[in-house]
């Protein structure tokens, strides 16, 4: 999967300025993320924290959006709740005919993947452990996991279209990035986003010191540019690993690591979660046979149109 990969993800180094560039070019599906492109991602973000000739990251989205997340289509199996076995092993990008996944009704079915979500090679956090600086380009969706990228980059460049939240709030209700997005939001303004599981504009994002410029799209590029060619002029990256080796501590002291392990062990809960109404839509519910696309579009018309996700939905009645 991380071979298919590589044709929707881009891998740029400008040697003079130290500059790399990761850019989704997924635009058929919103940038949405594979598997395989995750772990493809997140072996490209410890290839550049190595390569000498890189200082400073940039990530990016081809089209209108930075990116809607996961690919939901290719989680469909998984959203199902027929009680039959299914394999995660690509999950882990493990493809090996002799091991052999755990069966649907252990803890370990589930838990197992979740926990794996807390590790960088799995594509969630791997910007935690970036040790040069990162920059992340917003625009249009930043959505679930994109969300994640945001979040755990150094700086945020946002167009003023961009929309930031994450769908599984309103039918799953939690995210692997939880604690991380506490920290960077503050609780009382993440909390609303998490119950109400409404999307925050740029405009919100930049009131909660979120982003650090937000311009007009037409104006994204250069000012991404600006950004990365201003860290880039900074003291030696020797300087900067030292200086984001001590923001790590930090975040450690905070509990960012473990705000992921504790988020998987909660994911994990998941097949003990029951629903208040039998209309409630959660993984394993009978509703997720008709689409998990549809079930998400028809669960953001439920919500007032600025409080919908989909930039189509928000513009209906």
């Known amino acids: 999967m991380r071979t298919e990969a590589k ?3 881009r891998y740029e180094k400008d040697v003079a300025n130290r500059i790399a560039t990761i850019t989704f070019d997924r635009v058929d599906s919103l940038n949405a993320t594979t598997a395989g492109m995750r772990q493809y991602y997140a072996e490209l ?3 550049a924290n190595i390569d000498d000739e890189v200082k400073v990251l940039v990530i990016r989205g081809e089209g209108k959006h930075f990116g809607t997340g996961g690919d939901l289509p290719e989680q469909a199996d998984f959203y199902k709740g027929d009680g039959e076995d299914i394999s995660l092993l690509h999950e882990f990008g493990i493809d090996d005919p002799d091991v052999k996944y755990p ?3 252990s803890f370990r079915f589930l ?3 979740t926990d794996h979500y807390a590790k960088a090679a799995a594509g969630n956090r791997p910007l935690q452990e970036f040790k040069k600086v990162s920059i992340v380009e917003t625009k249009g969706y930043c959505y679930g996991w994109h969300f994640y990228q945001a979040a755990d980059a150094d700086l945020v460049v946002s167009s003023d279209d961009t929309l930031f939240g994450h769908p599984s709030f309103r039918y799953v209700g939690w995210g692997p990035r ?3 997005w506490i920290e960077t939001i503050g609780l009382r303004k993440f909390s609303e986003m998490l119950f109400t599981g409404r999307p925050f ?3 919100e994002m930049d009131k909660c010191n979120f982003i650090n410029s937000v311009v007009p799209l037409e104006q994204l590029e250069e000012e991404t540019k600006k950004y990365a060619m201003g860290c880039a002029r900074t003291r030696p990256t020797d300087v900067v ?8 501590l930090y975040k450690q002291h905070r509990g960012e690591y473990m705000g992921s392990m504790l988020t998987g062990l909660v994911e994990g809960l998941l097949p003990v979660v029951k629903n208040d109404r039998s209309t409630d839509v959660a993984f394993g519910a009978e509703t997720f046979e008709k ?3 549809n079930v998400v579009k028809d669960m953001d018309m439920e919500y007032p149109p600025e409080w919908r996700l989909q930039g189509s939905n928000r513009k209906k009645p």
């Open 201 to 203: 504009t740029a405009e």
């Open 45 to 47: 973000v410890f290839k």
């Open 103 to 105: 069966p649907r009704d």
């Open 291 to 293: 689409g998990v696309n």
């Open 241 to 248: 690993q030292i200086q984001k080796t001590f923001i790590e």
């Open 7 to 9: 044709q929707w993800i």
């Open 178 to 180: 939880l604690w991380t």
């Open 111 to 113: 838990h197992g993947m």
